[in-house]
């Protein structure tokens, strides 16, 4: 079978985490959808800034740039990093970190979308993720306008999109 148009990574990614259930907020009185996006550094720190006012986590970036290998009925990407954040402030110590924002919000997260790579019809990966923790990530450590404190991951891995309707999932 091949390919009646071009597949776009980014289209297809969003349709999976789409999918996704809702997040618990650490209060535990409220929950938000995941929001999905792509592009550098640049341009994540650029949506966080124009956001900034806004609920925008927890977010799952596909972070820019990354090669695609089309071939006739699919697309291979290789060494995909995303970035897996949740909003935090400075002062936490890295143990309540990981037992709040990366015990209760990323690490689920992370399973979640490894879960979904599984189930998704659309995608196959050989299930190999390299995670890296990423406590109080920014670019410089220091919360100002522009620049915003979270925790992390940073998900890299390998998987190929192929070209047809995605079934229902069941996360």
Not at 119 to 126: E, L, P, W
Not at 143 to 153: R, V
Request: charged share 25%; proline share 3%; hydrophobic share 40%.
């Amino acid at each position: 079978m091949v390919a009646t148009k071009t597949i776009v990574v980014e289209e297809r990614l969003q349709e999976i985490i789409d999918c996704f259930p809702e997040v618990l907020s650490l209060s535990g009185r409220s929950s938000h959808k995941v929001i999905f996006g792509y592009g550098d550094e640049k341009e994540l720190n650029a949506f966080l800034k124009v956001r900034k006012l806004e609920k925008v986590y927890p977010l799952i970036w596909l972070l820019y740039p990354y090669s695609e290998k089309h071939t006739n009925t699919n697309v291979e990407i290789s060494k995909a990093v995303f970035i897996l954040a949740t909003s935090t402030n400075a002062t936490s110590e890295n143990k309540e970190r990981l037992d709040k924002n990366f015990g209760k919000i990323l690490l689920p997260l992370f399973f979640t979308l490894r879960k979904a790579f599984r189930q998704a019809n659309i995608i196959n990966t050989d299930s190999e993720y390299n995670v890296v923790k990423h406590p109080n990530y920014s670019n410089d450590g220091e919360e100002h306008d522009g620049t915003f404190i979270w925790d992390a991951l940073r998900v890299e891995t390998d998987f190929t999109i192929i070209d047809t309707c995605l079934k229902d999932l069941k996360l």
